[in-house]
Each structure stands twice: as structure tokens, then as C-alpha cells.
């Protein structure tokens, strides 16, 4: 359910390149998901019961 939320979701054009490091509460792994200011979905399980541990990381797209 909360893929289909954040999939139909447009984010601000400032914030579309951010992404955020986050610590997994369940497997306990960290990574990086996109920027969003609610919800932040573990890479390696897919649990959005995760944390942050670092704000923003820009993307070096530019």
C-alpha cells in the first residue's frame, strides 16, 4: 500500500534528487533511499521500518 502511495506521489522538483541514508530496523542494514520526509523503504527487505542516519546526500546528476 504504501508503494502505491509514494509511487503516485510527486515531490517537490527541488527535493527529486535527494536521497537519505537509512538504518534498517528489522535485517539491520544500512543504505540509501530516495528523499521523503514520512516514509523510507529498506533496500535489501523492503520494510519501511527504518531510520535515518545521515539527512541529505545530493545526487551528482548535475
Not at 16 to 39: A, E, P
Request: charged share 30%; proline share 2%.
Amino acid at each position: 500500500m504504501l508503494d502505491a502511495l509514494l509511487a503516485a506521489e510527486e515531490l517537490p522538483e527541488e527535493y527529486r534528487d535527494r536521497h537519505q541514508d537509512i538504518l534498517c530496523n528489522d535485517c539491520d542494514r544500512k543504505g540509501t533511499s530516495r528523499f521523503h520526509w514520512l516514509y523510507h523503504k529498506c533496500g535489501s527487505c523492503g520494510s519501511y521500518n527504518t531510520r535515518l542516519i545521515k539527512r541529505e546526500t545530493h545526487s551528482s546528476s548535475s
